[in-house]
């Protein structure tokens, strides 16, 4: 167990809504990462977030959003949702932003769009 | 910018042989790099990092891995091969230069079978 905490761990809803995927970082970690993961691209880097402030994009799409609260969780805001949007999202969390520190990753939640 | 090439997609030994997983990264700052491990349907676990400490450095489950600056190559292996084993694998580098806006690279992955 990463102590990284990802709900739901799976979402199936249909093209054009939209989806909240949640994350609770280890405790005492300020970072705070997003990824996609999806058969065609691999892993995709997609936001980063350091104690509430985004320090970091990656790919990720004008129709995805995310935030992190004053209690360092994390949301996923997933919006317009397309078939291609079915992927693995994982949710990671650090220290700190030192290229040495170690990233930890929740188990992901599953989306499926239908 | 950086980047990771994990040489083999599959890669298949017997229970008992060792492995091998190659992987070749580029960067233009001091890297740090690592490799995750991802069991069917699980997250992606931490195997072992090297952050510019010894060059050999040892995971967890015995695998290591050795960082070569001369060959910009930072390969997984384990002497005896587990059937648990079988899993994906990822290398993943993150440079100095990224201090602040910190966000992995990670290769596309190289998946081990074991047969018994």
């Known amino acids: 167990d990463s102590g990284v905490t990802q709900t739901p761990k799976h979402l199936i809803t249909a093209t054009g809504q939209r989806v909240t995927l949640r994350c609770s970082p280890r405790?005492?970690?300020?970072?705070v990462y997003w990824y996609q993961q999806s058969l065609d691209q691999g892993l995709q880097f997609l936001i980063h977030?350091?104690?509430?402030?985004?320090?970091a994009k990656g790919n990720i799409l004008e129709r995805f959003s995310a935030q992190q609260f004053p209690d360092l969780h994390s949301e996923l805001n997933l919006s317009s949702l397309e078939l291609g949007d079915s992927a693995l999202y994982f949710c990671?969390?650090?220290?700190?932003?030192?290229?040495?520190?170690?990233?930890?990753f929740g188990e992901g939640s599953w989306l499926t769009v239908v | 910018a950086q980047s990771v090439t994990q040489l083999d997609s599959h890669v298949s030994v017997s229970e008992g042989t060792p492995v091998l997983l190659r992987c070749n990264y580029s960067?233009?700052?001091?890297?740090?790099l690592f490799w995750y491990v991802q069991h069917p349907n699980k997250g992606l676990q931490l195997l072992l990092k090297?952050?510019?400490?010894?060059?050999l450095v040892k995971g967890i489950n015995g695998f290591e891995a050795e960082f070569k600056k001369s060959e910009t190559s930072f390969h997984l292996t384990k002497p005896s091969a587990h059937m648990s084993d079988a899993a994906e694998y990822f290398c993943?580098?993150?440079?100095?230069?990224?201090?602040?806006?910190?966000?992995?690279?990670f290769g596309s992955g190289t998946r081990l079978q074991v047969q018994p």
């Open positions: 990671a969390s650090s220290v700190a932003v030192s290229p040495g520190n170690t990233i930890y």
């Open positions: 993943v580098v993150s440079d100095a230069r990224d201090t602040g806006r910190r966000a992995l690279t």
């Open positions: 405790s005492g970690d300020l970072s």
């Open positions: 090297y952050t510019s400490a010894a060059t």
């Open positions: 960067s233009s700052y001091s890297p740090s």
């Open positions: 977030y350091y104690n509430g402030e985004e320090r």
